[in-house]
């Protein structure tokens, strides 16, 4: 079973929305996935039309065993289940803080999952503490969406030091351009100086600034589920078809 | 998750039931869909015996397990005539291992063919969420061919909704609708008229212990004369070797039956039989002992370095040339008339056989006594073997070891399990060893009588006379080590540990007739 964690520092990156259609397309790809929707606003689980858990709490979910296996949800598409998210999760951190070891925790609570699933894909909480410390550790590849922006530049810096403060190795990261526009100019130069800088493997794939991906919060569906044919579809088959042998 | 199925009684209104079952939920309008399935699987059912099942629908193949329908593998199937066997799906096939492995040289036979219609139907709760799928299959039996077709219904959970699926299974409580946990192919089998592990390898017959030992002669000659005809389909067809193989392993049993059960029956009423069943054993060795020849032949051409091999390569065309005719010979011997009459005067026999002197003895009594003598004798031949003795003698034991099987698997039922199964294990290791013995003693034979064949000349017949060479030095080298080891092999079915096994059989079967 491989971890793939969808994360940003920043939000409005398009991070859940690439965590859905990447867990999508793997599941139609024939992996056996669970996505794991561990941002409080729960948006990956509205796209999947399934409700934010009224009963139990994070606590609860962070001692794993039962507690984890009843909260996961079938989505409507073979083998792609979901992990719903729960308003108590904005108590994520303080919960992983109470605990022995909070970094190896979602590692440790993920293992069990090895019997049902071959991939597990993370939406992470913008944020960089102990939850995303945790998540990092647990997974075989970060996938950082980055907007050809100054300030996006930034944040990527800011995640290569702390890869490099938790001796992380440098290889799991990886990052894609999101929500492009390649009539901008910064946006082109940007993208091709960026790559160049940092030691993070940017991928091929670019993912445009679709009206479609804008769309998939009314349709409450992956984008290949709506519009199969659209930039925003095929960049999110294209950028999997990318990191799946990486993946296996 | 396992799906719940319910068997739809015939005249449902299949969308007034789904809207009852959905409670209350919205019901998407059904998908339809229509496809022929046909299932297969060895004539002795190893991929069910194995929780398999092997289907062909909508241009696939797919190994599935037998209870859920899980998918295993699944490979395109390809024009022309369906794959005989496991290696026929092409080595590249994700099918090809698998079923190699489960299939062993067995033949895929075909079982069932069905007509399905598919509806399925979506229930969403308020938000358009998915949270139960709902399936009416209907089918059709086309072969075997059956009048009203097979109808069930299927609701097919999803995680963390639960409670929808009990909701619907409750509906179809009430509604007095049959819950079935039968898998579909057991479903069709049975709608067809079939029965699953209806023939299997082993002897099985239920014996009681008190009937009498002219009861219990019939019983397994009665089982026997199933097997055989059983087997003759597939043998006249030629699908695999093991048909023939089966219908030996029956005649070869009986023949044993009518030995250990001397006295039960009039000797002279059954010794007409007794040549008949000889006879067909007779019959059907050429063609067995060709299929073991062909079978071997990938390890016979590994035991030759290269360069020789091509020279066996004659051998093996003459051998096809005589299967053939082989073949053939006992296509028509089973066909003839003489041979249907033989059957029908041997079940007419054994409906009322003339009563022997030893009839009425209790089948423990008999069979207890009859096992205490071969298993000493067994122990006795063995013990008077050195290693200066003659072939014959091993061949003499080999005999008497399989007469002792026999027995033993024709009392299983008198006896617990467990003491069996190990017993069988010991007398097992032994059979392999002077079995291995009686195998190269006939391939060298085999060997040296072609090498003598004067039927050839040239360059051909010199590098075949070469390739024979280097398989008869091979196989002298293996016969020594296989007589060498004979002593092991039968210390240990003597040990102490065995042979009180044994003891406890006899005194267990004493004690019932105590």
Known sequence: ?248 | MTPYAFTIPPGSDLPALVADLAGGLHVAPPEARRSRVRYFDSFDWRLHRAERTLRRQDGTWDLQILGDGQLLARAPARPGPWPRFAADFGADSPLARPLARLLGIRALVHLVTAVCRIESWDVRNEDQKIVLRVAAETFELEKPAAGEPLARLILMPLRGYEEHLQTAARAAAARSLAATTSPLLDALLCHGGLTPRSYGPGFQADLAPDQSALQAFVTISRTLLRAMRQNEAGLRADLDTEFLHDYRVAVRRQRSALGHFRGVVQDQALAPFAARFKQLGRLTGPLRDIDVDLLERERSLGLLPDHLRPGLQPRYERLLASRATELNRLRRALAAPDYREFLAAWRTFLADPPQGELAEVPLHTFASARLRKLHQSVLRDGRAITPRSPDADLHRLRIRCKKLRYLIEFSRSLFPAAVVDELLVHLKGLQDNLGEFNDLSVQQADLTAALAAPDARGPARLAEAAALGGLLTVLAGRHREVRADFSRAFDDFAAPTVTRLFTRLYDLAEDVSA
């Not at chain 1, 699933?117 to 410390?133: F, G, H, R, S, W």
């Not at chain 1, 526009?181 to 960026?194: A, E, V």
Request: hydrophobic share 45%.
């Open chain 1, 1 to 248: 079973m491989k971890v793939l964690a969808l994360y940003s520092i920043k939000g409005g990156v398009g991070k859940t929305a690439a965590a859905v259609n990447l867990a999508h397309a793997a599941a139609r790809d024939g992996r056996r996935t669970l996505l794991l929707d561990l941002d409080p606003q729960g948006a990956a689980s509205f796209y999947f039309r399934v409700r934010p858990r009224k009963k139990g709490d994070v606590a609860r979910l962070l001692a794993g065993g039962d507690h984890l296996q009843r909260a996961i949800r079938a989505t409507d598409y073979p083998d792609l289940d979901i992990l719903p998210a729960h308003l108590s999760f904005r108590r994520l951190e303080l919960a992983l803080d109470a605990i022995k070891k909070p970094h190896a925790r979602v590692r440790k609570l993920l293992k069990p999952q090895r019997r049902d699933y071959d991939l597990v894909v993370i939406d992470c909480p913008p944020t960089l503490t102990l939850v995303a410390e945790s998540v990092l550790r647990a997974a075989d590849l970060v996938l950082v969406p980055v907007v050809p922006t100054v300030l996006s530049q930034r944040t990527l810096e800011m995640l290569e030091a702390e890869f490099d403060e938790q001796k992380l190795d440098p290889a799991r990261l990886w990052a894609f351009f999101s929500l492009v526009d390649r009539r901008k100019t910064l946006h082109r130069d940007l993208m091709s100086t960026l790559p160049q800088q940092g030691a993070t493997h940017f991928c091929r794939t670019c993912v445009p600034a679709s009206s479609d991906i804008e769309r998939m919060g009314l349709a409450r569906e992956p984008v290949a589920c709506f519009a199969a044919e659209s930039a925003g579809a095929v960049a999110m088959q294209d950028l999997w078809n990318e990191l799946s042998t990486r993946l296996s």
